[in-house]
């Protein structure tokens, strides 16, 4: 399986990006997917994650109401969507697939990671 984010760049405080994550594998609508980042100098982090059908959301207390995390299963892409960018969301964002349905790290884990895509927010 192979996890290819993309979308990432340099962008203001204040300012939307769209990154998003392409998967190989045939069964993608049967898992849940995730989105992580790393910050230089930090450890990787949770972001958001998705369930199997896209019904169900999680997010990170400080990205609630900035960040919106989807998937369309008839492409195999999960997307993150993020609104009023903070210098703070630079990092490095990566994308994750659970071995199960529903995102719960520790009953499934995470199967699969995907190579990061860069997100700068300049001040």
């Known amino acids: 399986v192979q996890l290819q984010a993309s979308g990432g760049g340099l962008v203001q405080a204040g300012d939307s990006l769209r990154v998003s994550c392409a998967s190989s594998e045939r069964t993608f609508g049967s898992y849940a997917m995730g989105w992580f980042r790393q910050a230089p100098g930090k450890e990787r982090e949770f972001v958001a994650a998705i369930d199997w059908s896209g019904e169900i959301t999680s997010y990170t207390d400080s990205e609630k109401g900035r960040f919106i995390i989807s998937r369309d299963n008839a492409k195999n892409m999960v997307y993150l969507q993020m609104d009023s960018l903070k210098p703070e969301d630079t990092a490095v964002y990566y994308c994750?697939?659970?071995?199960?349905?529903?995102?719960?790290?520790?009953?499934?884990?995470?199967?699969?990671w995907g190579k990061g895509t860069l997100v700068t927010v300049s001040s």
């Open positions: 994750a697939r659970s071995g199960g349905s529903s995102w719960s790290v520790s009953v499934y884990g995470i199967d699969y």
